[in-house]
């Protein structure tokens, strides 16, 4: 590396804002305006950019801009590392910070976010804080973290999340640099997958994280912005088969950790199952993605029953089907799967079903409403679910999700199945507003109000009937 330019006023650094780039001579100066116009005194974090040898005129604009903060170091590598591994694992050497946020060169952080995350770390003595992140996109806005970031916690263990591991990048956290240093925690060089490795392992070094649902991260998700994820190399198997890499390598060394399930959660439910079994695409590519998704339910089943780590019923029969491996039966079922909302459920003692090939799935969550009415300006709705256990009432605005509250579902004690739930008209965002029942996982459901008996409600809000 060469060192093109640095400083420090300030021996005790209590932030490290961690910084690689390569290529973001249009987003890089609003980078580092975000970080310079923090809350937090500039005399205390330090800002370290590593730049990956750009062709453009990235170089010039950091090497204009570093020195307008307090504690800095700007370094170039020797030549292009092709990946964000080797800035990043750099950056990490050369921090002095009691704690450590990484930026890319093309995000941003609202004003107030350094110190926000590191209040919570210091107040609360936690090893990690994490928010939520806000993705933005041309003409929309979208949201990341909120498995953490959903509910807001000064300190909480790790094992009170299942979904905990479904987060697993940079954006949006700051952790305790003994956790990365002390446990040589590092970026592996890969294209895609590097992050879930790395953020793994510092939850597998942590016990207790704070979260806020503050926004703490704005990640650019604009069409003008490259990254590697949208190179030829980035397919779908290509994909899989470096997160496959990230699985062995977590598995040889943490498969005895007390919370090594939720991993294995995510890598079923999400990675597999949710992100490329469900999918049309999957079955164009069956021949190549199958025998990869075989690959890694073996070597999760040498130690664990990929079975158990199923979140319903239906992800269990996928399990099975892909572990058989007949390409017809497996196709039908994905099939299935995409069209299975718009065919009728089956009810057994108020608990929905999927029906297929003869045999019924519970469905995971079922929620209908019972009434609704309004009262001093408060809003109440009882609600009736056999499916699943409910816990949380999300109240979001559809156009920017990341405005949002969660209030508590009471469970009616002397009846099963029904529970209540109220809110202030006055406190919720301006706007189209989405409802969503959560149940103890976070896993979520929509309000289903359909009509019993064969009763329904039009589109012009009409009561019908239809007799079968």
């Known amino acids: 590396m060469k060192i093109i330019k640095q400083n420090q006023t300030n021996k005790k650094i209590k932030v490290s804002v961690l910084i690689s780039t390569y290529n973001k001579e249009k987003f890089i100066d609003k980078t580092l305006d975000s970080i310079l116009n923090q809350t937090m005194n500039k005399e205390d974090f330090e800002i370290i950019v590593v730049d990956d040898c750009s062709t453009d005129s990235t170089f010039e604009l950091v090497s204009k801009k570093i020195e307008s903060f307090s504690n800095y170091q700007f370094v170039q590598l020797d030549e292009n590392s092709g990946t964000p591994a080797k800035p990043r694992n750099l950056s990490i050497d050369l921090s002095k910070g009691k704690y450590i946020i990484f930026v890319d060169g093309d995000d941003w952080l609202p004003s107030n976010s350094i110190e926000n995350l590191y209040t919570l770390l210091k107040s609360n003595k936690t090893d990690c804080a994490t928010g939520l992140t806000k993705y933005v996109y041309n003409d929309r806005i979208a949201r990341s973290g909120v498995a953490l970031s959903k509910i807001a916690y000064k300190k909480i263990d790790l094992n009170h999340f299942r979904k905990s591991f479904y987060h697993l990048a940079p954006a949006g956290r700051m952790i305790k640099s003994t956790v ?5 925690i590092r970026f592996p060089e890969m294209i895609y997958g590097e992050d879930l490795q790395f953020f793994a392992e510092v939850f597998f070094n942590t016990k207790n994280i704070s979260t806020t649902q503050d926004v703490v991260y704005c990640a ?9 994820i949208k190179s030829n190399e980035s ?15 977590l598995m040889n060394k943490y498969k005895d950790n007390r919370i090594f399930a939720s991993l294995l959660y995510r890598i079923i439910n999400k990675d597999i199952l949710e992100g490329k079994f469900y999918k049309k695409i999957f079955i164009k590519e069956i021949d190549t993605l199958l025998p990869v998704f075989q690959d890694i339910l073996n070597m999760i089943d040498k130690d664990f029953n990929s079975l158990d780590y199923a979140d319903d019923t239906l992800n269990e029969h996928a399990l099975k089907l892909i572990k058989n491996g007949n390409k017809k039966d497996i196709i ?7 069209k299975k909302d718009e065919k009728p459920l089956y009810v057994s003692n108020d608990t929905y079903y999927y029906s297929y090939d003869e045999n019924i799935y519970k469905k995971r969550m ?6 609704i009415y309004q009262k001093n300006g408060n809003i109440f709705l009882k609600l009736y679910s056999k499916n699943s256990e409910l816990k949380y009432l999300e109240v979001k605005n559809r156009k920017d999700p990341t405005k949002y509250t969660v ?3 009471k469970k009616n004690r002397f009846k ?20 969503t029942v959560l ?9 289903k109000s359909e009509m019993q008996f064969g009763f329904y409600e039009t589109v012009n809000g009409n009561l019908g009937y239809i007799k079968k």
């Open 416 to 435: 099963s199945g029904e529970y209540s739930v109220q809110f202030e008209e006055n406190k919720l965002p301006k706007g189209k507003i989405a409802l």
């Open 366 to 371: 079922h929620i209908t409403l019972q009434k």
């Open 407 to 409: 209030l508590n579902i």
């Open 439 to 447: 149940d103890k996982d976070l896993n979520g459901s929509a309000i």
């Open 332 to 338: 039908d079922f994905v099939n299935f799967y995409l």
């Open 220 to 228: 650019n998700r604009y069409e003008e912005n490259s990254s590697l």
């Open 180 to 184: 990365i240093k002390n446990n040589n």
């Open 235 to 249: 397919t779908v198997l290509n994909r899989m088969k470096w997160q496959n890499e990230a699985y062995r390598y």
